[in-house]
């Protein structure tokens, strides 16, 4: 069974920071890509930031320039630097893992609980 347990979430005037992290735990032969999005209320879930096994990253526009995404694949964990926060990045952010249990299974895609982050202006 695999788990991916968030934490990090909270309210943050604009302008500040938080820092989420999201680790893996149970059996895990390999990680792929790891990624956060974020859902605010009425919207559709979105991607946030996406980064493979050998670091190569991806971000949205909104948040390109203010947001760092990396990971310790030693700790099977992935961390999201969000940095000039801004009342629209408020929403509950979702950590999201591409995982293979065996070495013989492909990728499933494998969610978090999500953690809020709330920006007030």
């Known amino acids: 069974q695999v788990q991916l347990v968030e934490s990090g979430g909270g309210l943050v005037q604009a302008g500040g920071s938080l820092r989420l992290t999201c680790a893996v735990s149970?059996?895990?032969?390999?990680?792929?890509?790891m990624g956060w999005y974020r859902q605010a209320p009425g919207k559709q879930r979105e991607l946030v930031a996406r980064i493979t096994a050998s670091g190569v990253t991806r971000y949205a526009d909104s948040v390109k320039g203010r947001f760092t995404i990396s990971r310790d694949n030693a700790k099977n964990t992935v961390y999201l630097q969000m940095n000039s926060l801004k009342p629209e990045d408020t929403a509950v952010y979702y950590c999201?893992?591409?995982?293979?249990?065996?070495?013989?299974?492909?990728?499933?895609?494998?969610w978090g609980q999500g953690t809020q982050v709330t920006v007030s202006s």
């Open positions: 149970g059996s895990i032969f390999s990680i792929r890509l």
């Open positions: 999201n893992a591409e995982i293979a249990t065996t070495w013989l299974s492909g990728t499933n895609a494998y």
